[in-house]
């Protein structure tokens, strides 16, 4: 959260809708960013996050640098996509080789704050462009996580799976 809330201290068009964090996240949050902060509970639950999502023009994914962080497509990004909202994150292994050329993700380099803060700016400069990958979105979600993809994957996976032989135990 550290190299969004330090991008988003740097681009004065951009308000921040921040659900969860770290109480010394949220407490850093508050003071860097005042009026084009609004907190929201720790959690809330999916009626909430929904309206939130719809509410949202852009969605923030994670921008670390960490071994988790390279390896996952963060599911809060899922949920983005899911609801029809673009969403920008950190370039990584994961979210390049998931989602790279769906038109509905931005990327910025992971944790570096100045070059996200450029990517914010420039977006905040196009709205046209957040908006025509806001109408991508859902497109995108069910081309790489809706039920029918994921029920394909598990076929998949399952038919790798080595057969069990007759009077194996279960």
Known sequence: LGTLLDAVRCVPAVQLTLVGGTAADR????????????????????????????????????????????????????????????????????????????????????????????RLQELAGAPAGVEAAGAVARAAYDRHFGTERLAVRWRELLDRLPSPRLGDAA
């Open 27 to 118: 407490a850093r949050a508050t003071a860097e960013l005042g009026p084009r902060l609004r907190l929201e509970p720790a959690f809330v639950d999916r009626a909430r996050l929904q309206e939130l999502l719809a509410q949202s023009q852009l969605v923030a994914g994670v921008f670390g640098s960490s071994g988790k962080a390279q390896r996952v497509v963060p599911f809060k990004l899922v949920h983005a996509l899911a609801a029809g909202r673009p969403v920008l994150t950190a370039a990584t292994p994961a979210v390049l080789g998931w989602l790279d050329g769906c038109g509905a993700v931005f990327t910025a380099p992971a944790g570096d704050a100045a070059q996200l803060a450029a």
